[in-house]
């Protein structure tokens, strides 16, 4: 009798441990996901800014590239969340909002400079947040491995630009 108590005892504490493991992975996974999706509604504004308010052409080019390849990835992005069952936040957050809104303020050579040094350091620390994400085997993780070619292409045209 002991030795089934001991047993069950165990065998709920394992189960507890395996559950308490699965959730804090899907905690990261939606809080990546919730950040991705960000992200990414904020690279489709600033990409539609860039076309907007740069002066060089290849700041325009790689502003309508920008939004267009962060629509797209958002679309997979939304339904990786649904997939985990969340909801998908619907807009950038504060601190991008904020970001935006003090590059709406330039235009010409000005902006097309802080565009690049932005899209540079924001690819950099995209990366880095996709790269650990992309470890993780669930919609979240397969989602963000699907992204990394796409988003280093992005930081090397940003440097590019960064460098003129």
């Known amino acids: 009798m002991r030795t089934r108590t001991i047993i069950r005892s ?3 504490t ?4 395996g559950t308490s493991a699965a959730l804090a ?9 919730k950040k991705a999706i960000e992200g990414n509604y904020a690279e489709v504004k600033m990409g539609e800014l860039a076309q907007n308010n740069g002066q060089s052409d290849g700041v325009k080019s790689f502003g309508k590239t920008l939004s267009s390849d962060h629509a797209a990835a958002n679309e997979k992005a939304i339904g990786a969340a649904k997939a985990l069952g969340m ?4 807009e950038p957050n504060s601190k ?3 970001d935006y809104d003090k590059m709406a303020k330039m235009t010409g050579a000005q902006f097309d400079k802080m565009f690049a040094k932005h899209m540079v350091a924001d690819h950099k620390k ?4 996709y790269e650990k994400e992309a470890k ?3 919609a979240a993780g397969e989602y963000a491995g699907d992204q990394m070619d796409t988003l280093h292409k992005h ?3 940003a440097k590019s630009l960064e460098a003129k």
């Not at 995209?126 to 947040?129: C, F, K, L, V």
Request: aromatic share 6%.
């Open 25 to 33: 992975k899907d905690k990261a996974s939606d809080s990546f996901l």
């Open 126 to 129: 995209d990366i880095a947040e």
């Open 10 to 12: 165990f065998l709920t």
């Open 87 to 90: 909801a998908p936040p619907t």
């Open 136 to 138: 993780i085997k669930d």
């Open 155 to 157: 930081l090397d045209t």
């Open 96 to 98: 991008q909002k904020a």
């Open 14 to 17: 394992v189960v507890i441990i």
